[in-house]
Nanobody, 127 residues
């Protein structure tokens, strides 16, 4: 059973930074892409970022490009989301997710591509 545990959320002022971490267990972490999604109150869950199995390829949604960075450490079975220049509209519960497929060739940006989800961590950005 794959388990994902997020950490690093909190309250920060606009312009500040946070780093989220997601620790994975239950299968060979280094063989699967990982993603970050977020869900704001009253809104649907949306894609934020993804990274391929090796860490050599990443994709970010347009609204966070230039501010957020996704990375992974396969020796620690952990994926990170570094969030800089935070804005109030970044306020949401952030979820990490693990891809269904072994070494997927093209990074996925939709929920259905991810089989396993963490419990979420709250990020609140005050203005």
């Amino acid at each position: 059973q794959v388990q994902l545990v997020e950490s690093g959320g909190g309250l920060v002022q606009a312009g500040g930074s946070l780093r989220l971490a997601c620790a994975a267990s239950g299968r060979t972490f280094s063989n699967y892409a990982m993603g970050w999604f977020r869900q704001a109150p009253g809104k649907e869950r949306e894609f934020v970022a993804a990274i391929n199995w090796s860490g050599g390829s990443t994709i970010l949604t347009d609204s966070v490009k230039g501010r957020f960075t996704i990375s992974r450490d396969n020796t620690k079975n952990t994926v990170y989301l570094q969030m800089n220049s935070l804005k109030p509209e970044d306020t949401a519960v952030y979820y990490c997710a693990a891809d269904i497929y072994f070494r997927r060739a093209v990074l996925a940006v939709t929920n259905i591509a991810y089989a396993y989800w963490g419990q979420g961590t709250q990020v609140t950005v005050s203005s």
